[in-house]
């Protein structure tokens, strides 16, 4: 320890001291004291990226970024839009490559440009993914999001590229698909009748869940799958809640009660999800099942899952099957409003390819490619997640180790070529940030 530490470590005792026996110590010695603190936080505070790395600026002494808070970092701009805060600092301390940032006690760099982005993406430096307490506690860490990199890891993504969302297996739910269509139409038909105007957020996840439900589990659940509906919202709140133990080492505590409101909503998922594959494994009518649930249980015996891992891997795909893909449908609608020569455009394209005497169907897609580019248009702006879906861990050392977010900006900054902010369905298609860009990318997106 050096003389610098030794002496602001006793001033800070003689501080300590001097508060809670004010009495007895004159203010010279409590100001003395303040005075020799004074540079010491200076010290830890006034480095590159913030207060998280103030014992490793010295061996990354590249990396820039805005200093912040202090002790807090960049929290205090991690609220509404964060991804988009976090692009302009970038911008704005010309580090769009690559910027240090602090999260509280949790180093980060974000990235705000293709290149880089797509390098950090693509290798294998970078194939962990860093995982809130939160979604640790409801069992994700045993899910193919955000499972270690390793052989479980390998695992759960062989199984689910060669049997869970394999294009036999996708196009075998195109009924089911077709149906929920229907239904949502029935709805959306419904309310404009009864009240003149449509909410659709409401229709558009009751039918996404109504998707994933069954194609997880082969029918609707009826109570069960509303259970469940329920647990998912309540799961997302949890989520998105803001805990002081994702960014300062503080496990001891439980913030907001959010660890014994995890504990308890995943102890009833395990017993409701459990229960059902309990059932299904008894009944034995599972061989021929299309569905998710029948897939996994028919595995062969050496690649077959727990029952835990299963009840985790099942959990995860309704959790994020439900409001991400309504969500997305909510966004692709407003933005159809908000632009109606496009919706003109993708409708005499249906008109042409597809006519007026029949639904969309799945062989139709590759001959609508005006339709596809609204839907990665809509995710290039408003991708699901744009910090936690792109955030990546490293697994090995690179320079130092650290978490990194690829931030939404890299499909959405001056480099993307043309207008990047406002839609804009003529960009080349390779110039299109979809989801499909990332070896940990959810394997039903990479479909898209």
Known sequence: MNYSSVLANLSLLILCFGVTHQSQWPPIFLLFSFFFLFPFFLHFWLVPGGFAWRNHHKFSSNLRGPIGWPLLGNLPQMGSLAHRKLAAIATSCGTTRLMA????????????????????????????RPIKDSAR??????????????????????????YMFSPRRISGLEGLRQ?????????????????????????????????????????SLGLEGEELGVMVKEGYELIAKFNWEDYFPLRFLDFYGVKRRCHELAGKVNRLVGQIVTERKRD??????????SVLLSLPKEEQLSDSDMVAVLWEMIFRGTDTVAILLEWIMARMVLHPDIQTKAQQELDRCVGSDRHVQDSDITNLPYLQAIVKEVLRMHPPGPLLS????????????QELHPSWHHGNGEHVGHSPRPIHLERPMDLQTGSGSSKRTCQSWARI
């Open 101 to 128: 940032f602090s999260l509280g006690a949790t180093r980060g760099i974000i990235s705000s440009h293709p290149d880089t982005a797509k390098e950090i993406l693509c290798g294998s430096s970078f194939s962990d």
């Open 179 to 219: 149906r929920v269509a229907n239904e949502m139409l029935v709805g959306v038909t419904k309310e404009m009748e009864e009240r003149g105007v449509v909410v659709l957020r409401g229709i558009l996840q009751k039918g996404s869940l109504s998707n994933i439900i069954e194609s997880v589990f082969g029918n």
């Open 137 to 162: 506690l409801l069992m994700f860490e045993r899910a193919i999001g955000f499972a270690p990199s390793g052989d479980y890891w390998r695992h759960l993504r062989r199984i689910a590229a060669n």
């Open 390 to 401: 792109w955030a990546r861990l490293a697994v090995h050392d690179v320079h130092s180790r």
């Open 284 to 293: 034995g009518e599972f061989s021929g099942g299309n569905d998710f649930l």
